[in-house]
């Protein structure tokens, strides 16, 4: 018996939010799974529940679900900057409501509209279940983080969506979540300076930019395979202008260091490797 606003299945196929039964055969259960997902018309916000199991002359036993429906928002009203509740809505068309707080938990914040994809304060979206995503993974734009005390928390996670760029021109970067395909990541910091290196994560990317700056790549590490694990770009790598382009270090020693790259490779502008 699955609770409310959630849906089970036995083949991760048909779900229902009904009750069922499961005939036993021989004495066993002919299934070695239960499948569980939240419902299309659940309430957003947290939500939590008990599977029932019961049968025969066995007790029931609850199994626990706990989730979350996001509230979703968009920046299509005014633009008073990104940090202003006032230029998100709860529709892509802007006649929506706008958020309480951008630090409440279980909303995602849209950016779709390039013209208000701009910030002139503090962008912190860090509480649970919340995030950014950056584009509606048809139409192409650009969200930039600036560099500067007011910028994105490191604690925002961002989603980057095919056909969007993620420009990060500050030192303190944000949690990079979903990386799609189709996406360009561009590590855009320009200081030079004895703490402006940045290090590049380790991550599968699928256009990779390095612009400006000082830039690592990451140490390989090994998977349980006992295999190296390096930096992967499924299509194009570009580095533009990098004043110093190498691998990491740890202390004197240089650390084994690659990168695979599945497009094309771009050194220009005085990029030093």
């Known amino acids: 018996t699955p609770p409310a606003n959630f849906e089970l299945s ?3 196929v048909q779900f229902t939010a009904n009750p069922f039964n499961i005939a036993y ?3 066993l259960l002919p299934i070695s799974h239960i499948y569980v997902r939240i419902a299309g018309n659940a309430t957003t916000g947290s939500i939590s529940g008990d599977i029932l199991h019961s049968g025969g002359l ?3 036993v609850k199994v626990k679900l706990n989730g979350a429906v996001a509230k979703q928002y968009y920046n299509t009203k005014a633009n008073l900057g990104l940090q202003d509740p006032g230029t998100w809505s709860s529709k892509a068309d802007g006649t929506g409501t706008s958020p309480v707080s951008l630090s409440d938990p279980n909303q995602y914040f849209n950016i779709i509209n390039q013209a208000n994809a701009n910030y002139s304060g503090p962008l912190s979206i860090s509480s649970d279940h919340s995030k950014i995503l950056v584009g509606d993974g048809i139409n192409p734009i650009k969200f930039t983080i600036n560099p500067g005390a007011d910028s994105v ?3 925002s996670l961002i989603d980057v969506l095919p056909n969007a760029t993620l420009e990060m021109k500050n030192n303190r970067m944000p949690r990079i979540g979903l990386i799609s395909t189709g996406s360009t990541i561009d590590f855009a910091q320009a200081g030079t300076g004895p703490n402006d290196s940045i290090s590049i994560p380790l991550r599968t990317y699928y256009n990779l930019r390095l612009t400006n700056g000082i830039k690592k790549l990451p140490f390989d590490t090994l998977n349980l395979l006992s295999q190296y694990v390096s930096l992967q770009v499924d299509h194009d790598f570009t580095a533009d202008g ?9 202390g004197t020693s240089f650390i084994r260091c690659s990168l695979k790259c599945f497009g094309d490779l771009y050194f220009s502008n005085g990029t030093m490797f």
Not at 242 to 250: A, I, M, R
């Open 10 to 12: 036995t083949d991760n």
């Open 58 to 60: 066995a007790s029931i």
């Open 242 to 250: 990098v004043q110093s382009l190498g691998g990491s270090t740890k």
């Open 25 to 27: 055969i021989n004495g």
């Open 153 to 155: 928390s490191s604690a």
